[in-house]
């Protein structure tokens, strides 16, 4: 489909591991955001990309989350050590050229579980 | 599937009613504007924007008034389907910064 891919769609995982989310933006779109939502409450920012490079960082946690866009396209959100905490779906979303207008096409996202 | 709108404020309207679905924001400084809709397992969807230097802009069935005095935004829905059943984000965004969410507005469609 022409829509953002995301996989897996769900991921269980023990406490302690490490986690790749991947995230396949929509073609042509330079923007690429990583959003965290947990039950009941919105979106929660994460990291923006434009191109390559992380434009913005400011809502990544804390270090065990690193996100990476070597190509310009797919991005891999990493989770070093999960936490019961990180359980939440992980939102990719990709917009032509950023958040100008803030229309975002988003991923049907990523849903982590750590036991 | 799991329900998005868990603990959210609700609101029920009557099939072929209109909605109206309210938000207040915190950033003075932002350019736009926006509604998302949020199915239930699903990732949110753009409904409609409005750029701050207007109070109003209408879409298909739907239109978006702002009032930047008290930072109000709201959301009209004109004759409400079954299929508007949704959760309701407004957000706030500009140049080509990240996209803030606010709070959601959970809307029950009553056949």
């Known amino acids: 489909g022409a829509g953002v891919s995301q996989t897996p769609s769900n991921k269980v995982t023990e406490k302690g591991k490490y986690v790749e989310l991947r995230c396949d933006p929509i073609?042509?779109?330079?923007?690429l955001y990583w959003y965290r939502q947990s039950l009941g409450q919105g979106p929660e920012f994460l990291i923006y990309?434009?191109?390559?490079?992380?434009?913005?960082d400011s809502g990544l946690p804390n270090d065990r989350f690193f996100a990476v866009r070597p190509e310009g396209s797919v991005s891999t959100l990493k989770i070093q050590r999960t936490e019961r905490g990180d359980s939440a779906v992980y939102l990719c979303a990709s917009s032509l050229q950023g958040a100008d207008t803030g229309e975002l096409f988003f991923g049907e996202g990523s849903r982590l579980t750590v036991l | 599937g799991e329900s998005v709108g868990l603990h959210l404020p609700t609101l029920s309207v009557q099939e072929g009613d209109n909605s109206i679905i309210n938000c207040a924001y915190s950033?003075?400084?932002?350019?736009?504007f926006i509604w998302y809709k949020q199915e239930s397992g699903k990732g949110p969807q753009f409904i409609i924007d409005?750029?701050?230097?207007?109070d109003k802009r209408q879409g298909q069935r739907v239109t978006v008034l702002l009032n930047k005095t008290v930072k109000h935004l709201s959301l009209q829905i004109a004759a409400t389907q079954p299929g508007d059943s949704a959760v309701y984000f407004c957000a706030e965004a500009g140049g080509y910064q990240k996209v803030t969410f606010g709070t959601g507005t959970k809307l029950q469609v009553i056949p």
């Open positions: 990309f434009q191109g390559t490079g992380a434009a913005d």
């Open positions: 950033n003075s400084a932002s350019d736009y």
């Open positions: 409005i750029r701050s230097n207007m």
């Open positions: 073609s042509g779109h330079t923007a």
